[in-house]
C-alpha cells in the first residue's frame, strides 16, 4: 500500500475525482507540451457526465488559461480501465493531433496513466490486509497508529499535523460562514445555525447538533470551491475533521492524541482504497462516504481508549451499514445528497464507536471481509448509481422540475 500522504490530500473542492485529479492531470501534460499550438481534453464517463456539476471544466480551463483549448464530453464512452478516463491531446497550428495522454482519475485526487498499474506505485506498507496489520499488532503489542509510524518515519506527524491544521481551519471557517451555495438548487449554508442553536440546546441535542454542525461547516466548504482535505475524498471530507472535533473538545482528547488518531483512519482508508476503491464512480457513495465513515468509527474509537479489536470493529460496522450506498447527485453537484450524508456519517461514526466500546471487539464479520464485500457491491451496482447523476434523486429531482416547468407552460398557454 502507498503512503497515507497520498490519501489525505490538501486541495479546493468540490470534487478529488473531478476536479482535483483532472487539473493535476492538465498541470502534468502542459509541463510536458508547455509550447502547444492548441490543446484537446476529452473528458469520458462519469467524468463527462457530472463534470458540469462537478466544475471538471473550471479546473481544466483555469490551468490552460490563456492557451487555445477545447473540452469534449462524452458521458457515453467509457475508457476500458477506470469509469473517469481523460484524454489530452498536444495540436499543431493546422489541429493535427501531435501527441495524447490517456489518463485515469481513480478517487480521492489521484491519477494512473494508461500503461500504469496501481502496483506500479510507490509501497510504503508491506502488509496489505487488516488480518495481517492485526497480527502483526497482537504479536509485537503495537497500536495501529504506532504500525503507522514504524511504515511512514516519524516524519509522519509534521504531515498529519499539517492536515489536521487545514481539516480544523475549513471547519472554523465554515462555522463562519453564510449565504447560498452556487449551483442553481438555492441551498443555503447551514452550520452557523446549526452550531447556534446546538450550543444553545439541551445535551441530549447538544452532540447530535454540534456534530452535524462542523460536517457541515467542512462540507459546505468544499460545495463551495474552499480549501479541504481529502478523507478520503473531497465529496467525503466533512466526516472524519467532524468526528475528530468533537472528540477535540468532548473526549478530552490532546492535538497528539488527534494526530494518532488521523494515522490510524489514514490506514482504514488505505485499505479500502487498496482492496476495493473510494471513488464513487467506480463502487457508489458506499466507497467515499461509507469509507469516511469507518476511517471516523475507527478514529473516534482509539480516542475513547478502545483496542485494536474494538477499533476494528467500529471501523467494520462504519463501512458495512453503508453498503450499498449510491452515488446519485442532484444536478451532478457535490450537495444533494452529499452534505447532509456527511453529517449523518459523522453522527454513525461516533455512534460505531460507542457501540464497539461496549462490546469486547469480538465479531463474526471481518473488516477485510465488508470490504471485499463493498467492492463487489459496487461492482454489481449499475452505473446509473456511480456518479453519472442519471439514476436515483438525480432522476427524481428532473422529473420533478420537467412537470413544473410543464405546468407554468400550461398555466401561461391562453
Ligand atoms: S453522492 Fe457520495 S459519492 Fe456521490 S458525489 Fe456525493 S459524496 Fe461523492
Known sequence: MESIRELYRIGVGPSSSHTMAPKRAAELFLQRHPDGAAYRITLYGSLAATGKGHLTDKAIHA?????????????????????NGMLFEVLSDKGRSLDSWKVYSTGGGAILEEGQ????KKKTYNSHRMREILEVCQKSGLSFWEYV?????????????????????SIERGLHAEGVIEGGLGIRRQAWAYHQKAFNS??????????????????EENATGGTIVTAPTCGSCGVLPASLYYALHNFNSSEMSILRALATAGLIGNLVKHNASISGAEVGCQGEVGTACS????????????????????????LEHNLGLTCDPVEGLVQIPCIERNVFAATQALNSADYAMLSDGSHRISFDDVVSVMKQTGQDL????????????????????NKEAEAQVRKLTP
Request: overall charge neutral.
Open 63 to 83: 490551468t490552460f488559461e490563456g492557451r487555445e483549448h477545447e473540452i469534449l464530453w462524452k458521458p457515453e464512452n467509457r475508457l476500458p480501465l477506470y469509469s
Open 117 to 120: 498499474t496501481p502496483e506500479d
Open 149 to 169: 509510524e514504524n511504515a511512514e518515519g516519524k516524519e509522519i506527524w509534521d504531515y498529519l499535523r499539517e492536515i489536521w491544521h487545514a481539516m480544523k481551519a
Open 295 to 318: 476511517m471516523a468509527a475507527a478514529a473516534a474509537t482509539q480516542l475513547l481508549g478502545g483496542t485494536i479489536r474494538q477499533i476494528e470493529y467500529a471501523a467494520e460496522m462504519g
Open 202 to 219: 439541551a445535551a441530549h441535542l447538544k452532540r447530535q447538533g454540534l456534530i452535524a454542525a462542523y460536517a457541515l461547516a467542512v462540507s
Open 382 to 401: 449499475p452505473s446509473l448509481y456511480r456518479e453519472t447523476a442519471s439514476g436515483g434523486l438525480a432522476k427524481a429531482y428532473r422529473r420533478r422540475k
